[in-house]
């Protein structure tokens, strides 16, 4: 049994339908990407399974327990950890204040998960301090991933976490995801850059006008003939 299954899912917002009948797997400490051009649905799937649309059908599984339509606030107890695209820090907040509210739903802040971001993430302890809406896009980023590890989740959902970043950041974004990875934490990440994402993967998902289009292991995707022609510019 997958760690997280997804099956003939139908969602959306409000009465705007954007899935229909997607199905997605992800196993322990799998690293999966889901890519697609604009509007394909990819974000509406990592917000489904945390449950921030309107759900319409079909069936999300966490772990063997049915979520579908879940409350975020509920969610998150699941061992779920999610880190949007936009608007992922507390601008006000300091840097450690950040990683603090990432264990909110805990009685006190484990120091040995906050001392865990930090080294994972050396540049956070030096500005632990600063306001993080101040920061680099860089650094927010690194910054909205180390509050979402504070619970340690089982599964961490990226949404785009290299959009907007310099070109010479991107490359360090990706690393830091591998390295996630790499201690066991299963990944699920929707990534504008597609033939970087596929390249670093397990497995991959294209999506196009919210339907299931391909599946296959990551590199067999990034050499697929017709998957590059439709989907990463040939």
Same mark, same amino acid.
């Given at each position: 049994?997958? &760690?997280?299954? =997804?099956?003939?899912?139908?969602?959306?917002?409000?009465? /705007?339908?954007?899935?229909?009948? @997607?199905?997605?797997?992800?196993?322990?400490?799998?690293? =999966?990407?889901?890519?697609?051009?604009?509007?394909?649905?990819?974000?509406?799937?990592?917000?489904?399974?945390?449950?921030?649309?309107?759900?319409?059908?079909g069936t999300v599984t966490f772990n063997g327990e049915d979520i579908s339509g879940t409350k975020p606030e509920d969610v998150i107890h699941k061992g779920l950890g999610y880190v949007p695209q936009n608007e992922n820090v507390f601008a006000e907040l300091s840097v450690e204040e950040n990683l603090e509210m990432g264990a909110y739903i805990l009685d006190e802040?484990?120091?040995?998960?906050?001392? +865990? =971001?930090?080294?994972?993430?050396?540049?956070?302890?030096?500005?632990?301090?600063?306001?993080?809406?101040?920061?680099?896009?860089?650094?927010?980023?690194?910054?909205?991933?180390?509050?979402?590890? +504070?619970?340690?989740?089982? &599964?961490?959902?990226?949404?785009?976490?290299?959009?907007?970043?310099?070109?010479? /950041? @991107?490359? $360090?974004?990706?690393?830091? =995801?591998?390295?996630?990875?790499?201690?066991?934490?299963?990944? &699920? +990440?929707?990534?504008?850059?597609? +033939?970087?994402?596929?390249?670093?993967?397990?497995?991959?998902?294209?999506?196009?006008?919210?339907?299931?289009?391909?599946?296959? $292991?990551?590199?067999?995707?990034?050499?697929?003939?017709?998957?590059?022609?439709?989907?990463?510019?040939?």
């Amino acid at each position: 049994m997958s &760690l997280l299954e =997804v099956r003939e899912l139908d969602a959306g917002y409000g009465d /705007l339908q954007i899935l229909t009948d @997607v199905d997605l797997d992800v196993d322990d400490g799998e690293y =999966v990407t889901i890519v697609g051009p604009n509007g394909a649905g990819k974000s509406t799937v990592m917000k489904s399974v945390f449950g921030l649309t309107t759900h319409m059908g079909g069936t999300v599984t966490f772990n063997g327990e049915d979520i579908s339509g879940t409350k975020p606030e509920d969610v998150i107890h699941k061992g779920l950890g999610y880190v949007p695209q936009n608007e992922n820090v507390f601008a006000e907040l300091s840097v450690e204040e950040n990683l603090e509210m990432g264990a909110y739903i805990l009685d006190e802040v484990p120091q040995d998960a906050l001392r +865990m =971001v930090y080294d994972r993430f050396p540049i956070l302890e030096e500005r632990r301090e600063q306001r993080a809406g101040t920061m680099s896009g860089g650094q927010r980023q690194m910054l909205a991933m180390g509050r979402a590890l +504070m619970l340690d989740p089982e &599964l961490l959902l990226l949404d785009e976490p290299s959009a907007g970043l310099a070109p010479d /950041l @991107v490359d $360090e974004m990706f690393d830091k =995801v591998d390295e996630i990875n790499g201690t066991g934490t299963a990944v &699920l +990440m929707v990534e504008q850059n597609a +033939m970087e994402a596929l390249r670093r993967c397990d497995r991959g998902y294209v999506l196009s006008n919210g339907q299931n289009r391909y599946e296959d $292991e990551g590199t067999a995707l990034l050499n697929d003939e017709e998957v590059r022609r439709e989907f990463l510019g040939g």
